[in-house]
């Protein structure tokens, strides 16, 4: 059974930083791209950050581009998301995603593995 577990979210102060994990189990994932996304209240999932196979490209949302950075160790079957210069408007549910793809990609319809998110709050 796939299972993919993120941790990491918490409550922040505008500014600041936190670093999200996703640890994936019930198969090895080192030769398909994995990606975070968010959603908040009362809007669709969105794209965030995604990785290729290998960890030696990645693709980001202008939105958090040169705050984010997306990460792997294929060794841990894990994918990291470090979150700098937080802001309120990155409050949301992140999610983790395994894609069908061994490049990322932005659409949700490519990743079908799917953790049950973790809450990142950001005050002003």
């Known amino acids: 059974q796939v299972q993919l577990v993120e941790s990491g979210g918490g409550l922040v102060q505008d500014g600041g930083s936190l670093r999200l994990s996703c640890a994936a189990s019930?198969?090895?994932?080192?030769?398909?791209?994995m990606g975070w996304f968010r959603q908040a209240p009362g809007k669709e999932r969105d794209f965030v950050a995604a990785?290729?196979?290998?960890?030696?490209?990645?693709y980001y949302a202008d939105s958090v581009k040169g705050r984010f950075t997306i990460s792997r160790s294929n060794a841990k079957n894990t994918v990291y998301l470090q979150m700098n210069s937080l802001k309120p408007e990155d409050t949301a549910v992140y999610y983790c995603?395994?894609?069908?793809?061994?490049?990322?990609?932005?659409?949700?319809?490519?990743?079908?593995?799917w953790g049950q998110g973790t809450q990142v709050t950001v005050s002003s």
């Open positions: 995603a395994v894609s069908r793809l061994s490049w990322g990609t932005k659409l949700s319809d490519d990743y079908r593995y």
């Open positions: 019930g198969r090895t994932f080192s030769r398909y791209a």
């Open positions: 990785i290729n196979w290998s960890g030696d490209d990645t």
